[in-house]
């Protein structure tokens, strides 16, 4: 079996250089980054808000020289915008006025249909999503089935989020908590072709949600690309996370990737421990506990991870990538998460600006 590509969507957060508050300035940056990288920069639902997307690479350095480029074109960007590009889950230094949605069409209509649900002081949330293909929705919906289990052992690696409004939430990852309040936002459902394509065409049609490009899942088939979509992370400022996180989990699909074309059937996990598993890796992390979701037993985080990285083994040697992985996975568990790093940075300075200042330098340094 080929290996599979791997391509990856970071979402940014801009702040002001002098007040570390989120920054409504990127159109601005967008438009100055776009020179280089096109497509490639994009605009997200709030206008202090910058996502960048990677072409399709095939093994993991050259995963690494895209994102790295990538970020210091995007910072740059910032730069000459009175801005700082911060790679966090959500914003240290809260916003001192309520945040811009994005003038556009869709987002305009978006924030009217979920008004609710769209707090413009800690609404903000910033994710990174992994994609792995190239493969029709088929292929994609089989896997996704399969890496239901392992994705709240992926989501403990990738917290990054443990502010909002000027305090500490206690939770590794509060973009969790607070985007799971939109609709899909969850476990995959297990269904094959036809009846995904059916649900999802009521969704819409019932106005659950506004279009198909809403669709949250945490495995998803992409909606604009021949893909599955993986969307459990933070947006980590350390990019060797990222490039860790990425490995993993196309490490753990060329595996059940042989499962499924063997017909084999996928787990069967309940939606209801799937969710309580995901709650603790958001709460706890690397070094809390877990849920094992086959058996419901709570274990420490590192042993669901080393039974993580036992059954991506064999994909991570068939990419080269094994070594790699145990080094990126020893060096995280050792300086600690995103979420560790935060915290880390407040208590040796007392002051959420220097959190900032700290995620930026690390965003940077690519």
Request: aromatic share 6%; with cysteine.
């Amino acid at each position: 079996m080929d290996p599979l590509t791997m391509g990856v969507e970071e979402e940014y957060l801009l702040v002001d250089k002098v007040s570390r508050r989120p920054a409504d300035r990127a159109p601005a940056v967008i438009a100055a980054a776009a020179a280089e990288l096109g497509e490639q920069v994009q605009s997200e639902f709030f206008a202090a808000q910058v996502e960048v997307c990677t072409v399709p690479v095939g093994d993991t350095a050259g995963l690494r020289a895209e994102l790295a480029r990538l970020r210091r074109t995007a910072v740059a960007a910032a730069e000459e915008y009175g801005c700082r590009l911060v790679a966090t889950g959500t914003p240290a230094v809260p916003p001192d006025q309520p945040l811009a949605v994005t003038d556009s069409d869709r987002y305009r209509r978006m924030a009217r249909h979920f008004a609710s649900l769209v707090d413009p002081y800690d609404g903000l949330v910033c994710g990174c999503h992994v994609h792995l293909g190239t493969m029709d929705r088929a292929t994609a919906l089989a896997l996704s089935h399969r890496m239901r289990p392992w994705l709240p052992v992926l989501q403990s690696l990738t917290g990054n989020s443990p502010f909002v409004l000027g305090r500490d939430t206690g939770f590794d990852s509060w973009r969790h908590k607070k985007f799971s309040r939109w609709p899909t936002v969850g476990p995959a459902p297990v269904m094959h072709e036809a009846q995904y394509e059916a649900y999802v065409g009521s969704l819409v049609e019932h106005h659950v949600l506004m279009d198909r490009r809403m669709l949250y899942w945490y495995a998803r088939p992409s909606e604009h690309v021949p893909t599955l979509e993986i969307r459990v992370a933070d947006t980590n400022a350390d990019v060797d996370t990222v490039v860790l996180v990425t490995a993993l989990v196309r490490g753990l699909a060329q595996g059940l990737l042989a499962e499924a074309e063997h017909q084999q059937p996928p787990p069967e996990v309940s939606d209801r421990r799937l969710r309580a598993a995901h709650e603790l890796a958001a709460a706890n992390g690397l070094h809390g506990w877990g849920l094992d979701p086959f058996s419901g037993e709570r274990l420490p985080a590192g042993t669901l991870v080393d039974r993580l990285l036992a059954l991506a083994a064999p994909g991570l040697e068939a990419t080269g990538d094994l070594a790699l992985v145990e080094e990126l996975l020893r060096r995280l568990r050792h300086e600690g998460s995103g979420a560790a790093r935060q915290r880390a940075a407040l208590s040796r300075h007392g002051r959420l600006t220097e959190v900032v200042d700290s995620l930026a330098d690390i965003t940077a340094s690519v």
